[in-house]
């Protein structure tokens, strides 16, 4: 992985679940819900109008792989995305599997409370617990 120091608040070096070509998929330190990700480009750009085809090209598969992790490891239910880049100012997606189910996994019961509203105060996992998580959702 090439130095990607415009994103370092989101620790690619350590948190990375996959990498593609153009984008990196690295696990959320505040789980929003189990599995919650970012996608983040690997180019240093603030407006998603600058996403070139090719990295455009590729966009889809980087999501049917992470909705295939998420469904197949935590039978999720549907997905959020969404693009903020209030704090942030380069192309990267916040990814939020949904569940109709509570899952307990991890020693935690993890609940979808069904909103998003809660999105910027949920409480960041600590390393070890997000670890666990990244390598589960690599294998």
Not at 11 to 37: A, D
Not at 41 to 57: C, F, G, H, Q
Not at 64 to 85: D, P
Request: with cysteine; charged share 30%; glycine share 4%.
């Amino acid at each position: 992985m090439k130095k990607l120091e415009f994103m370092s608040k989101f620790k690619p070096e350590t948190r990375c679940i996959k990498e593609f070509k153009y984008w990196i998929v690295c696990i959320r330190e505040k789980q929003v819900n189990l599995g919650s990700s970012v996608i983040l480009l690997k180019r240093e750009t603030p407006s998603v109008a600058n996403i070139l085809p090719d990295e455009a090209a590729e966009f889809p598969e980087v999501v049917k792989w992470f909705e295939g992790v998420c469904t197949n490891k935590f039978n999720a239910v549907k997905f959020n995305y969404l693009i903020m880049m209030m704090k942030d100012p380069y192309v990267h997606y916040h990814a939020i599997p949904r569940y109709d189910n509570e899952i307990e996994m991890f020693g935690k019961v993890w609940e979808d409370t069904n909103t998003l509203k809660g999105f910027g105060t949920v409480e960041s996992l600590d390393e070890e617990l997000l670890m666990k998580i990244k390598e589960y959702m690599k294998n």
